[in-house]
């Protein structure tokens, strides 16, 4: 048994140990070699070439330093137009996706376990099919369908679904492309939450299965949902070969096309696109990181 120390009037009790081993002192605020020289060499393999290329956009041996590239984006001839179009298709893509991708799960996990398997399959199967290879299937589909459709009232809709203006056929093409992607997000997200318990209560309380989906699975997948619809959304602003040998002048068809006459504005252009994708990936970062602290 430990001996009792007295305690004398105008004495403190000595300091003991905590009730519980904490971390040793000084470890959280260690800092790796590695992680440095990992971190460093990351840093320099990405912002050296952004570097150079913003110098190159901004610096004119006649001029010197000028941002007058920069102003020129705006008022460039066809930008605001295949901005648009990319947009719009983006938009596009990400709710078809979504619509598909997550009943599917949805079904797959509660009703039908043993297809798992095959659905991953098909999700991740665009990943090995070369766009190359898969543009040239659409393009010989699209070339035949007006001879054998022509008496039929599919005609009218293969005509309908190559319109410049808004093309469909680039939708579906998107669609397939960004299958891998939005399955692996949804999937983590509904692998991260009770799916199955969620469901049956809310069904006992009465709920039907559109508010189950809508109320009760969505709110819970937020992130996933985010991430989903976030690299949906960098395929289709960064995706080239599909819209350029189909002959659609989508955003990086107008970025390469204007790099044959102005390449200080194309490198500009690419430079801003990707610092807008990087800060949403930074918005989409802090929003899922904001949302598991704060649940409420």
């Known amino acids: ?22 971390p040793p002192a000084g470890r959280s605020r260690r800092v790796r070699p590695w992680r440095v020289v ?63 991708t997550l009943p599917a799960l949805l079904a797959v996990r509660l009703g039908a376990p043993r297809l798992r398997p095959v659905l991953e399959v098909v999700c991740t199967l665009p990943l090995v099919v070369p766009p190359i290879t898969f543009v040239t299937g659409i393009s010989t589909v699209l070339r035949w369908g007006p001879d054998y459709l022509a008496a039929t009232p599919f005609w009218a809709t293969l ?66 949902l985010a991430s989903a619809s976030f690299l949906t959304l960098a395929l289709v602003l960064g995706e080239y070969t599909v819209a350029a040998l189909l002959g659609y002048q989508t955003f990086p068809v107008w970025i390469v096309t204007v790099s044959g006459s102005n390449g200080r504005l194309s490198v500009a252009v690419s430079i801003l ?22 649940p409420s």
């Open 159 to 224: 005509i309908a679904i190559q319109d410049e203006t808004f093309p469909v056929v680039l939708v579906l093409a998107y669609v397939v492309l960004a299958l891998p992607f939005a399955y692996r997000s949804l999937d983590a997200g509904l692998r991260a939450i009770d799916v199955r318990t969620l469901v049956e209560a809310a069904r006992n309380l009465g709920a039907s299965w559109p508010h189950v989906v809508l109320r009760v699975i969505v709110p819970n997948l937020r992130s996933a």
């Open 38 to 100: 990992v971190l460093g060499a990351a840093a320099v393999y990405f912002l050296v070439p952004m570097g150079a290329s913003f110098w190159f956009t901004v610096h004119n041996e006649e001029q010197g330093f000028s941002l007058s590239t920069y102003a020129e984006i705006l008022t460039a001839e066809g930008f605001a137009a295949s901005m648009l179009l990319s947009l719009a298709l983006a938009a596009a893509t990400i709710a078809v996706v979504l619509v598909l």
């Open 273 to 294: 696109s990707l610092l807008l994708t990087w800060l949403l990936l930074l918005a989409l970062s802090g929003a899922g990181a904001k949302r598991k602290k704060d």
């Open 1 to 22: 048994m430990a001996a009792v120390t007295p305690i004398l009037p105008g004495e403190t009790a000595p300091a003991g140990p905590a009730d519980g081993p904490g």
